[in-house]
């Protein structure tokens, strides 16, 4: 099986809206509305992949018993792990989350990627 999509190029009312909330991150900086379409998930649900879509604020994630891959399509956000430096992420930025990573993300201009969550 081949899934073949253009997360880019899709329109935000495409994508499902809700709140970002627990489990997924925890928002620091009040209401924060994301937008997101799964386009594939294994049977034991080990492998999601999906677009995200995240409007500007700031949350707290913690990669506890998952881990995740992105690749930013549009947008600008900065992730800071716990007791480590900020990173910037832009267009272009690939980042990897493994299992364990917990910090902060800061989201300038509402953000767009593709993402993997993969099980531990």
């Known amino acids: 099986m081949t899934?073949?999509?253009?997360?880019a190029e899709m329109a935000a009312s495409e994508l499902t809206e809700k709140p970002l909330a627990q489990p997924t991150a925890e928002p620091l900086s009040g209401d924060i509305t994301v937008r997101g379409q799964v386009f594939f998930q294994d049977e034991d649900r080990k492998i999601t992949s999906?677009?995200?879509e995240c409007e500007p604020g700031q949350s707290r994630w913690e990669f506890l018993t998952r881990g995740e891959v992105i690749h930013v399509l549009a947008g600008r956000m900065t992730v800071q792990e716990d007791g480590e430096e900020a990173v910037e992420l832009s267009a272009g930025s690939d980042a990897?989350?493994?299992v364990?990573?917990?910090g902060v993300w800061t989201v300038?201009?509402?953000?767009?990627?593709?993402?993997?969550?993969?099980?531990a």
Do not use: S
Not at 3 to 7: C, D, K, V
């Open 50 to 52: 999906g677009t995200w």
């Open 108 to 119: 300038h201009e509402t953000l767009r990627k593709v993402f993997v969550i993969y099980g």
């Open 96 to 98: 990897v989350f493994p």
């Open 3 to 7: 899934i073949n999509n253009r997360a």
């Open 100 to 102: 364990g990573w917990c």
